[in-house]
Nanobody
Framework: QVQLVESGGGLVQAGGSLRLSCVAF??????????ITWHRQAPGKRREFVAG???????NYADSVKGRFTISMDNAKNTVYLQMNSLKPEDTAVYYC?????????????WGQGTQVTVSS
């Protein structure tokens, strides 16, 4: 299976930056990860997509973070990063990473435990 561990959250002032990390631990060689995405959930709101990267390096972003957030991956470290610049109070949320994996033709979805990001005004 796949285990995801996020880190890098914290408290930052508006206009500041944070870099989140998502490390993927894959058990066995039969799982392949097709894409990793970042999502966030603010209190009282639904979880929403933030950014994603495929195993081929293709990226996409929510309109609300385009130009401010950058997703990247380090295959050697099995890690996906989310660089967040020009943070706004409305970026405050718990950020989760998700792995879309495949094993013997079956799709699987795994979530990390989340990391809190708080942006003060």
């Amino acid at each position: 299976q796949v285990q995801l561990v996020e880190s890098g959250g914290g408290l930052v002032q508006a206009g500041g930056s944070l870099r989140l990390s998502c490390v993927a631990f894959v058990s066995g060689s039969t799982f392949s990860i097709n894409a990793i995405t970042w999502h966030r959930q603010a209190p009282g709101k639904r979880r929403e997509f933030v950014a994603g990267i495929s195993n081929g390096g293709h990226t996409n972003y929510a309109d609300s973070v385009k130009g401010r957030f950058t997703i990247s991956m380090d295959n050697a470290k099995n890690t996906v990063y989310l660089q967040m610049n020009s943070l706004k109070p409305e970026d405050t949320a718990v950020y989760y990473c998700n792995a879309a994996a495949k094993r013997f033709g079956t799709d699987y979805s795994y979530w990390g435990q989340g990391t809190q990001v708080t942006v003060s005004s």
